[in-house]
């Protein structure tokens, strides 16, 4: 239990306060943006990759989780078989867990991440315009919707957490 607390203490995610125990740390700016920025690092090196790969059936699953997660309606699942499913073809197994790891790390801040998409859930690009993206097959593209995407949502989530405090 000590090592355990001691690794969650080293990520930033617990606070050990002396002679009173072990605290949840507060979310900071910062996290939020290292999340999103770490996300889209290797969205960025992978989508190219992936692209060629993708199948017409990896578009329908695609297409089927944008209206879900685009309508603010989606689990942590949903988020982790989305980005799965658009980055996975792309052969780099190591590169895929980290994605993952970063989406299971930012379920301190999911229930703001659920306001916030039903809040810009029509601003562009949407979900869906990024799976659009993908399916021209265009990697310029696709690059451009995947930064613009998750740079609308991650100033977004930003203010959400200045202008309230919210904690897990």
Request: hydrophobic content about 45%; some cysteine; overall charge positive.
């Given at each position: 239990?000590?090592?355990?607390?001691?690794?969650?203490?080293?990520?930033?995610?617990?606070?050990?306060?002396?002679?009173?125990?072990?605290?949840?740390?507060?979310?900071?700016?910062?996290?939020?943006?290292?999340?999103?920025?770490?996300?889209?690092?290797?969205?960025?090196?992978?989508?190219?990759?992936?692209?060629?790969?993708?199948?017409?059936?990896?578009?329908?699953?695609?297409?089927?989780?944008?209206?879900?997660?685009?309508?603010?309606?989606?689990?942590?699942?949903?988020v982790l078989s989305f980005y799965t499913t658009v980055l996975q073809p792309a052969g780099m197994p190591w590169l895929l867990d980290m994605v993952r790891k970063i989406i299971i790390r930012g379920i301190r801040f999911y229930p703001v991440t659920q306001a916030n998409r039903r809040a810009l859930q029509h601003v562009k690009p949407t979900r869906?315009?990024?799976?659009?993206?993908?399916?021209?097959?265009?990697?310029?593209?696709?690059?451009?919707?995947?930064?613009?995407?998750?740079?609308?949502?991650?100033?977004?989530?930003?203010?959400?957490?200045?202008?309230?405090?919210?904690?897990?």
């Amino acid at each position: 239990l000590r090592e355990a607390l001691r690794r969650l203490e080293a990520e930033g995610l617990v606070t050990s306060l002396p002679y009173r125990g072990t605290i949840v740390s507060h979310i900071t700016e910062l996290e939020i943006r290292e999340c999103f920025a770490a996300s889209v690092a290797l969205g960025l090196i992978m989508l190219p990759a992936a692209l060629p790969r993708l199948l017409p059936e990896d578009f329908e699953k695609l297409t089927a989780l944008a209206v879900k997660l685009d309508g603010g309606d989606a689990t942590q699942e949903d988020v982790l078989s989305f980005y799965t499913t658009v980055l996975q073809p792309a052969g780099m197994p190591w590169l895929l867990d980290m994605v993952r790891k970063i989406i299971i790390r930012g379920i301190r801040f999911y229930p703001v991440t659920q306001a916030n998409r039903r809040a810009l859930q029509h601003v562009k690009p949407t979900r869906m315009d990024l799976v659009e993206a993908c399916r021209s097959g265009d990697a310029e593209l696709a690059k451009r919707a995947f930064t613009d995407y998750h740079r609308i949502r991650c100033e977004g989530l930003v203010k959400a957490h200045t202008q309230r405090e919210w904690q897990p």
